[in-house]
């Protein structure tokens, strides 16, 4: 039973050293997994690449994201507009039928002598028939883009002033911070020199006083015609029948709305509305 009894003891204590040496091999490898840590060098060979790929992609992703901004807002503005219009001319009857419409058609001689004329009567047209409609919005009579708070002029897609900070005109600023510059739209001159009143126009800063104030970019083109089928429209190509009076788009190509873009700003979100919606890859202004 004694002899028994040792082997007994003798394989509890090989038991224990088994168990010992299980335990401690379990340590050895768990100290080896720590042991195969990354060196600083492969830290920073990790982080250089993940740099040059945040490099690569976050350009692509803010453009992105200012493109939608961007369209964005201008389909709202666009819808506010429209809107207004359409309200407008439901409790008013159709523009060319509204007394300061009248007004500047009965001025015959209509040059670019007599603009600041027109331009007042653009003005008072928003006051009376439009404001009623916006709501929220601030129309600031004769005040320039400076006394407004703006730092820089509005410019042209190719980089020239359209709107210098001095210029004076008839502004709407809407609820949403969007500022509206009010002008006429006129025909171009014939050989005679002379012009004809189609409308008013509106350029429309979609993020007001701040930069960059450019055509295309944050600072898009629209008119009203002065025409019995009119329409708020986003600045392309169209012409007024005298007869009739009647609207008469002239079926302007993507190709003309993308180059009118590139050269001037005009066009450019008759070309995103075209496009629907979007501002695609070969957007001239992105």
């Known amino acids: 039973m004694k002899h028994n009894g040792n082997k007994i003891l003798d394989s509890l204590v090989l038991c224990e050293h088994s168990q010992q040496d299980i335990y401690i091999s379990e340590t050895h490898h768990a100290g080896g997994h720590f042991s195969h840590a990354f060196t600083l060098a ?17 350009p692509a992703l803010i453009q992105n994201y200012q493109k939608h901004v961007t369209v964005n807002r201008l389909k709202v503005n666009f819808n ?3 809107n207004a219009v359409r309200l407008a001319e439901a409790n008013f009857g159709e523009i060319t039928t509204w007394d300061e419409v009248i007004n500047s058609y009965n001025n015959k001689d209509y040059t670019s002598d007599n603009k600041a004329e027109a331009k007042t009567q653009a003005g008072a047209i928003v006051k009376k028939y439009l404001m009623p409609y916006l709501s929220g919005a601030q129309l600031t009579e004769t005040k320039s883009l400076a006394e407004l708070g703006y730092k820089s002029p ?3 897609s190719h980089g020239g002033i359209y709107a210098p900070l001095n210029a004076v005109a008839t502004f ?11 002008g006429v739209d006129d025909s171009d001159p014939d050989a005679e020199g002379k012009e004809v009143l189609l409308g008013m126009n509106f350029t429309i800063d979609i993020d ?17 015609p002065y025409a019995k089928n009119t329409r708020f429209m986003l600045m392309q190509g169209y012409g007024i029948y005298p007869g009739s009076q009647r609207l008469d788009i002239t079926g302007i190509t993507r190709e003309e709305l993308k180059r009118v873009c590139k050269e001037y700003g005009d066009y450019c979100g008759a070309l995103i509305q075209m496009d629907g919606w979007q501002i695609k890859d070969d957007y001239p202004m992105f």
């Open 154 to 156: 509005i410019l042209h």
């Open 208 to 224: 007001g006083p701040n930069g960059p104030n450019t055509k295309g970019k944050d600072v898009f083109f629209a008119a009203l």
């Open 42 to 58: 492969e830290v920073l060979i990790t982080l250089g690449v993940i740099g040059v790929v945040a490099a690569l992609t976050l």
């Open 80 to 82: 506010i507009l429209s």
């Open 172 to 182: 709407i600023t809407l609820k949403n911070g969007t500022v509206i510059l009010i």
